[in-house]
Nanobody, 115 residues
Framework: QVQLVESGGGLVQPGGSLRLSCESS????????LGWYRQAPGKQRELVAV???????NYADSVKGRFTISRDNAKNTVHLQMNSLKPEDTAVYYC?????????WGQGTQVTVSS
C-alpha cells in the first residue's frame, strides 16, 4: 500500500508561482511512475504532468513551458513547479503514483489563481 500526501497549494496572483510537493510512503518509490492531475469545478480530472521511473517527462499542452515536474527518489518526493500561473490553472491538484495494475492518489491540494 502506498500513501501520498500533497502540500504547497494556496492562493497566488496571476503570473505568480507555486511549488507543489507530494511525499510517498509504503513501497519502493523509485519503481513508480508519478503524475500530477487537476480537477476544476464542474470539469473532469485531467493530466497535468507525468514523470516515469526512468525520469522521462510529459506535459499537457496547456502547461508546457510553465510547469516542471521532478522527482527526488532519495526523499520519496515528487514536485510540480508552477510558474506564470493563470486563473484557468485554478483547481484541486492531485498526486498520482502508479506501477502495473496498482495506482494510488493523494487527497488533493487546492490551487487558486486570482487577483
Amino acid at each position: 500500500q502506498v500513501q501520498l500526501v500533497e502540500s504547497g497549494g494556496g492562493l497566488v496572483q496571476p503570473g505568480g508561482s507555486l511549488r507543489l510537493s507530494c511525499e510517498s510512503s509504503g513501497d519502493i518509490f523509485s519503481l513508480y511512475n508519478l503524475g500530477w492531475y487537476r480537477q476544476a469545478p464542474g470539469k473532469q480530472r485531467e493530466l497535468v504532468a507525468v514523470i516515469i521511473s526512468g525520469g522521462s517527462t510529459n506535459y499537457a499542452d496547456s502547461v508546457k513551458g510553465r510547469f516542471t515536474i521532478s522527482r527526488d527518489n532519495a526523499k520519496n518526493t515528487v514536485h510540480l513547479q508552477m510558474n506564470s500561473l493563470k486563473p484557468e490553472d485554478t483547481a484541486v491538484y492531485y498526486c498520482n503514483s502508479y506501477r502495473g495494475l496498482h495506482t494510488y492518489w493523494g487527497q488533493g491540494t487546492q490551487v487558486t489563481v486570482s487577483s
